[in-house]
């Protein structure tokens, strides 16, 4: 049975101290826990006093030193009313619990010998007794007592001696950000003084062997810190902040008071083992745990309803930050290219969900691409709204005003009430309403008036029947016919089912530029021919809907060329992306963003809004197709693609990327020309970094001839798990689709197929379900082995499962024939005997979409 955003009760009880005391054991771990409590003046009295609690062996429980008697079920244990009582008082539990078992990777557990823990969102209930709700914020001492070299807890070290060390937090917190690490770790030092004079030492804590990786998440930690300081005048509290990188991870990182807990993956860099793109990530993730410091420690959530409240505004904070320290333009299209990809793709399946859930069987299921992507645009149009200065100013009002609290989205929205005197109640829409908007823009001109009209609806979504019209901020600028601003970028704001505005005083009939920089996230739907299309391409003087236009021209030229076989791509198309690639004066990440073609799902989406039933196959000839046209169109391809070699020693800086990023594409392109792949074996065979490695690894393998170097590959990394993670990913998501199932069964047969690590497993079964044509090959074979897979990963790691079989969500989109395939699968996953309930949820709603 759900839990409801509407049945929301305060505590009845608040913890306000909490002693920790672990005797560590790889099986048999023993947890002290001394609570200080007391009734919540706030709720009603004389209630029973219950704890949540999961897969706790209980040794003992007292309240004020005195025996009592309580009967533990499942999920916790209640202590009736009438044996508490009804002042401060003191509960403490002795619990015993097994590390080692647990691979569900949630509370405390092992990672290659390494004790850590996950407690966001519901993983203190596995380490003791507690009101595992963020409303309930404590001050933590904790006692770590093992033979580890290194313990750590949140806070400041307190005291260490021969097997023990204490920890103490001095910032109330709820217990989803408590932490404990423990093993043999070595750290990589640094400081941070703070604006205000504080010295904070920094130390990235990670497996002997591994200290040469953390230079670069040093830095970016470093940066982040001043970059909060400057931006939001945010400071840190503690004087120390530590990282530690762990290889068993469910999520990417978690934000821990002064103890973040990443994945491996997003703090471990070295040229000859991560991508530019992997440095992309660790700069931002390590920003986004940082961040959080101020928006989910300092003023966190009241309840799981709200966790866009933290999760969107801090992923709002590391796209700043990511803009600011690369290029904003190329940061934009990158974070377009993911939300359309993953949360439109969400909203419009049975999956969707208002940013702000109003319901919830397993919460780790609302990690969604809607709780944080689309939180963060909602942001992203507040600011928009209301100017960079009403931003800051109730940003600071936020900060003031609830600094140590657990808040809601009420609270955040009634901030920007009080700092701007706007009315903010059809904005609020934004949390409640699930689904994206379309909006219609048709235009007039005559007697030298231009008009757009605008017509937005929002389609309906599970739960969701009928909605209210939204505040849509579509940013728009008028062109002349030559390309020159007639009109300057302003902010139109929708607010009406259907609304006009009026443009007067032109010479000649302009050519709208709307919704740029992606003010809004909508889907747009304009009437243009291809003769608009390359205009855009070529002028438009906003950097993102330069590139959508050309995007879009691809894409409609791709939906015709599915249509008909016979059809050649435009030559418009093709020259306006040439004309971007020799245009010296555009970013080259800018340009190889410009010449990437759409993805596979996204001309899935474009034929199907013209009313086809596309075959996944077919949308992938169409793209070879359009591809190798392209390179065709291009003449001197080997020699731009010389002309970018980066000199010198490997840089991941954002301008040395982005000349490789190009210089991939152009590889790429090239390939399609040389039945051999010629370049880009010999370019695999001379790469001196990662990015280089993978670009032509990827080619060769997306042509079928990648078995040597794959081979050389293995070899060469057998013993780095994340590139060996590379490996398995690049075949699983490439391999053409006539021989993918086969080869992706045969690789999880290999003993290096740790299937129990959630990188690994993704790697494979998840990069597996990403490889549209082989995944969605007609026989079913994909859909079989996929579901194999979830139902074996499931009792292991419940969470994981679940979150790759999301990317069954689209099944009703596919024809009769495939729907019916995955319909078996969907329904053998189902019925599955014992059956988590985060999979029984996912699955279940998927299948609700019949
Ligand atoms: N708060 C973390 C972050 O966004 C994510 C942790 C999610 N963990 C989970 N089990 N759902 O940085
Ligand atoms: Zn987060």
């Not at 390179?631 to 970018?644: G, H, K, N, S, V």
Request: charge should be negative.
């Amino acid at each position: 049975s759900p839990i409801r955003l509407r049945d929301y009760t305060p505590p009845a009880y608040l913890v306000d101290a909490v002693h920790l005391t672990f005797r560590l054991n790889q099986t048999a771990t023993r947890v002290v826990a001394r609570l200080s409590m007391r009734p919540n003046p706030a709720a009603e009295p004389g209630q029973d006093l219950r704890f949540d609690g999961e897969k706790l062996g209980l040794i003992r429980a007292t309240i004020d030193g005195q025996p009592v008697q309580v009967n533990p079920d499942d999920t916790g244990l209640t202590v009736p009313a009438a044996l508490v009582p009804d002042a401060p008082f003191t509960w403490e539990a002795e619990v015993e619990i097994d590390p080692t078992g647990n691979t569900a990777l949630e509370g405390l557990y092992m990672s290659k010998g390494m004790y850590c823990t996950q407690c966001e969102a519901e993983g203190f209930r596995k380490i003791t007794y507690f009101p595992d709700r963020p409303d309930v914020m404590a001050t933590y001492t904790v006692r770590i007592e093992g033979d580890a070299p290194v313990m750590l807890s949140n806070g400041n070290p307190t005291a260490r001696g021969d097997g023990w060390a204490e920890w103490h937090d001095p910032w109330p917190k709820p217990s989803y950000l408590f932490a404990l690490v423990a093993g043999n770790l070595v750290s990589h030092d640094d400081s941070f003084t703070t604006r205000s004079g504080r010295k904070v030492d920094l130390k990235i804590y990670v497996r002997p062997g591994d200290e040469g990786k953390c230079a670069y998440a040093m830095d970016a930690l470093k940066r982040s810190m001043r970059w909060d300081e400057e931006a939001y005048g945010r400071e840190y509290d503690l004087d120390l902040f530590m990282i530690v990188a762990v290889d068993d991870f469910n999520m990417g990182a978690m934000e821990n008071k002064g103890l973040n807990i990443f994945n491996a993956k997003y703090v471990l860099a070295s040229p000859d083992t991560a991508t530019d793109q992997d440095y992309e990530r660790i700069e931002s993730i390590i920003a986004h745990e940082y961040f959080h410091n101020w928006t989910g420690n300092r003023i966190t959530c009241r309840d799981w309803f709200q966790l866009c409240l933290k999760e969107g505004l801090t992923v709002y904070r590391d796209q700043q930050f990511s803009g600011d320290q690369r290029s904003h333009a190329v940061k934009r299209i990158d974070d377009v290219l993911m939300l359309r990809a993953r949360q439109f793709r969400e909203d419009a399946g049975p999956l969707a969900h208002p940013v702000r859930p109003v319901e919830y069987v397993e919460i780790n299921n609302f990690y969604t691409a809607t709780v944080y992507e689309k939180g963060a645009e909602v942001i992203g149009m507040l600011r928009r709204l209301v100017g960079p200065e009403a931003y800051r100013r109730a940003l600071d009002l936020y900060f003031e005003r609830h600094d140590g609290q657990a808040c809601t989205i009420e609270d955040w929205i009634a901030v920007f009430e009080d700092a701007t005197g706007r009315n903010l109640s059809q904005f609020s829409l934004w949390y409640a309403q699930s689904g994206t908007p379309r909006v219609r823009v048709q235009e007039t001109w005559k007697d030298g008036v231009f008009t757009l009209t605008f017509s937005q609806t929002l389609p309906p979504t599970p739960g969701q029947p009928d909605k209210e019209p939204m505040v849509i901020p579509l940013a728009t600028a008028l062109l002349s016919p030559e390309g020159a601003e007639v009109v300057a970028e302003q902010v139109l704001e929708l607010t009406q089912a259907r609304q006009s505005f009026r443009f007067e005083g032109l010479s000649a009939r302009p050519v709208p530029s709307i919704n740029r920089g992606f003010s809004a996230p909508v889907i747009l739907e304009q009437d243009m021919d291809d003769a608009r299309r390359g205009f855009l391409l070529a002028h438009d003087t906003d950097p993102f809907n330069r590139w959508e236009a050309g995007r879009e021209f691809a894409r409609a030229v791709l939906v015709r060329m599915l249509k008909d076989p016979a059809h050649a791509p435009e030559e418009t198309l093709l020259e306006g992306l040439h004309a971007v690639l020799a245009d010296e004066t555009l970013d080259p990440e800018f340009r190889a963003l410009a010449l990437r073609l759409p993805t596979a799902e996204e001309v899935f989406d474009a034929a199907r809004r013209d009313g086809q039933t596309p075959d996944p196959a077919m949308i992938r000839q169409a793209l070879l197709r359009l591809e190798t046209a392209l390179a065709r169109r291009i003449p001197d391809l080997r020699a731009r693609l010389d002309a970018l070699a980066v000199p010198g020693p490997y840089s991941p800086d954002a301008a040395s990327a982005g000349k490789r990023a190009l210089r991939g594409r152009l590889l790429a392109l090239l390939t399609r020309l040389e039945p051999d792949a010629a370049t880009a074996r010999e370019l695999f065979a001379s790469a001196d970094n990662m990015t280089e490695t993978m670009q032509a690894l990827s080619l060769l393998v997306a042509t079928g001839q990648g078995a040597q170097a794959l081979a050389r590959f293995h070899e060469r990394w057998a013993s780095e798990g994340l590139v060996l993670d590379k490996w398995y990913a690049v075949q699983a998501s490439l391999t053409p689709p006539e021989n993918a199932p086969e080869l992706v069964a045969e690789l999880a047969g290999r003993a290096d197929f740790e299937w129990k690590n959630p990188n690994r497993f993704r790697s494979l079964i998840g990069a597996f379900a990403a490889n549209m044509a082989g995944f969605h090959r007609a026989d079913g074979a994909g859909y079989r082995l996929f579901a194999d897979w979830l139902i074996r990963l499931d009792p292991v790691n419940p969470q994981t499962t679940a979150r790759v079989a999301g990317a069954f969500e689209t099944w009703r989109q596919f024809d009769a024939g495939r729907q019916a395939l995955i319909l078996t699968q969907l329904q053998r996953i189902s019925d599955t005997k014992g059956l988590s309930k985060d999979t029984t949820e996912i699955v279940g709603r998927i299948l609700e979409a019949r």
